[in-house]
């Protein structure tokens, strides 16, 4: 089993920055292919990045290429989405996922794919 907790949300105006974590434990973070997610309110969760088991690999849905930025410190048993240029329509409660995997260079873009969520952290972006 593998517990994840994010932090780092909060109430930022457009244009601001913000990091947001997510730690693992339970199992250390090698063999474990990870992602992001967002929900905004009225409508379905939805991937922002993902990152595969050695980092090697991401995707960023379209609305957030050159803005956000997944990484993960595998040592930390951490991952990390930098968000730049924030928009208010990046408002929404962003959650960290994980999966085990075999691969290292795979990632996973649908949310039924992982099998580990953390409980959420809101994101508010004023205009």
């Known amino acids: 089993q593998v517990q994840l907790v994010e932090s780092g949300g909060g109430l930022v105006q457009a244009g601001a920055s913000l990091r947001l974590s997510c730690v693992a434990s339970?199992?250390?973070?090698?063999?474990?292919?990870t992602g992001w997610f967002r929900q905004a309110p009225g409508k379905e969760r939805e991937i922002v990045a993902a990152?595969?088991?050695?980092?090697?690999?991401?995707y960023y849905t379209g609305s957030v290429k050159g803005r956000f930025t997944i990484s993960r410190d595998n040592a930390k048993n951490t991952m990390y989405l930098q968000m730049n240029s924030l928009k208010p329509e990046d408002t929404a409660v962003y959650y960290c996922?994980?999966?085990?995997?075999?691969?290292?260079?795979?990632?996973?873009?649908?949310?039924?794919?992982?099998?580990?969520w953390g409980q959420g952290t809101q994101v508010t972006v004023s205009s």
């Open positions: 996922a994980a999966r085990d995997t075999a691969s290292s260079t795979t990632l996973f873009s649908l949310a039924p794919m992982y099998n580990y």
């Open positions: 339970g199992r250390t973070l090698g063999a474990i292919a």
């Open positions: 990152t595969s088991w050695s980092g090697t690999n991401t």
